[in-house]
């Protein structure tokens, strides 16, 4: 005798791990949405469990836990496909790579199950054996998605080329309002101050030590600028310690109200060289806010290379020179218009969510 699934769930979005990053923010709210809207989707969380005092945003949906860390594949896969069937899963949908491999094998194990697959990761140099389950788990997918032009590109070697889906964002949630900060009045009571915001995660490859520089070679000029890091991750610490008694640099571990952040800066700025799919510059456009973009062609092949002043990585007189740009009002309401238009056309979240509502149906064999 067959048992019936706990729930009839359209779709199980595998997730690494919950947090301050982009990704996590990005599925949190495509699945609150989802929900809202009468879909069953779900979260699994594949590599740490939830928590809540620590993460940056605990997901109002049912997130489970997978488990089993350190355990084979096999093994993982086995408890993934359990949960899926108690769930009535139709679709495993998967983001990374690691989460992929592990949801190719899943696939073995299941012959209702479905994949859907959007590589938010670059390619990685794999050893052979786990190239050769990378390739097979990609073929298997009902749909393979990137989030980018260049994320496309990478991936064509590895098979059938993904589809470009672009990535988006709640834009009724995310969009331009002007707030008076109490905290802004306190600390920096000069209006002509220059407020610079960074949204990222503080470990080494983030590039934080690029905007501090660059913030303290323009006030050495004499152009009014402070800068207000936001994240959690290894380098917080040496952060907080290098802004303590500074009236330029200001470091937080989180803010629980992110569209309210965009609304108290007046541009954003990430100077990280590896970012594929900053989640936090669609945020920054949505509001409205100008943005600093290191890049090397990515990024700007997502969001267009008219939507943010992009620099070259690692070049600190660049970034004074688009601070110096952007000080002006008239710039940065030009690029606030464009850039809120942008994300209205291009990064809407309600399209997204209409597009994979259409393939989701599709792998379940809906009319």
Not at 35 to 43: K, P
Not at 76 to 103: C, F, K, M, P, W
Not at 338 to 343: H, I, T
Request: aromatic content about 6%.
């Amino acid at each position: 005798m067959q048992s019936s699934p706990i729930a009839d769930v359209r779709a199980l979005h595998l997730l690494p791990h919950q947090g301050v990053g982009g990704l996590a923010r990005f599925l949190i709210e495509f699945v609150r949405h989802e929900r809202m809207d009468g879909a069953s989707d779900e979260l699994v969380l594949t590599h740490r469990p939830l928590d809540v005092e620590t993460d940056f945003q605990a997901p109002a949906t049912p997130v489970h836990f997978l488990g089993l860390v350190g355990e084979p594949t096999a093994k993982r896969a086995q408890r993934l496909a359990d949960l899926a069937e108690s769930r009535g899963a139709r679709t495993l949908h998967v983001y990374t790579i690691q989460d992929l491999l592990l949801a190719g094998a899943t696939i073995q194990k299941s012959k209702s199950l479905r994949l859907a697959v959007t590589l938010f990761e670059a390619p990685a140099a794999l050893p052979f054996l786990q190239k050769r389950r990378l390739r097979k788990a990609l073929g298997a997918a009902e749909f393979l998605f990137a989030p980018s032009p260049a994320l496309a590109d990478a991936w064509a070697p590895f098979g059938p080329k993904p589809e470009v889906r672009l990535p988006a964002v709640d834009i009724q949630r995310f969009h331009p309002q002007e707030l008076v900060s109490s905290w802004r009045a306190a600390r920096l009571p000069d209006p002509e101050i220059l407020m610079v915001g960074s949204l990222m995660r503080a470990e080494p490859s983030k590039g934080h030590d690029v905007l501090i520089e660059a913030v303290k070679r323009r006030n050495a000029a004499g152009g009014k600028t402070a800068l207000m890091l936001v994240g959690d991750g290894p380098c917080y610490g040496a952060l907080k310690a290098q802004a303590k008694g500074s009236n330029e640099i200001f470091v937080r571990r989180r803010v629980n109200d992110a569209p309210g952040f965009f609304g108290r800066i007046d541009v954003f700025a990430i100077h990280s060289e590896g970012e594929l799919v900053p989640m936090s510059l669609l945020e920054s456009l949505s509001c409205g806010r100008p943005a600093i973009v290191a890049d090397r062609g990515a990024v700007a092949s997502m969001v267009g290379p008219d939507a943010a002043l992009f620099v070259e990585p690692g070049d600190v007189d660049a970034v004074v020179r688009a601070l110096d740009r952007l000080a002006n009002p008239e710039e940065r309401s030009r690029f606030a218009k464009s850039g809120r238009e942008r994300a209205l056309q291009r990064h809407n979240m309600g399209a997204l969510r209409s597009t994979l509502k259409a393939a989701y149906a599709q792998a379940a064999g809906e009319n």
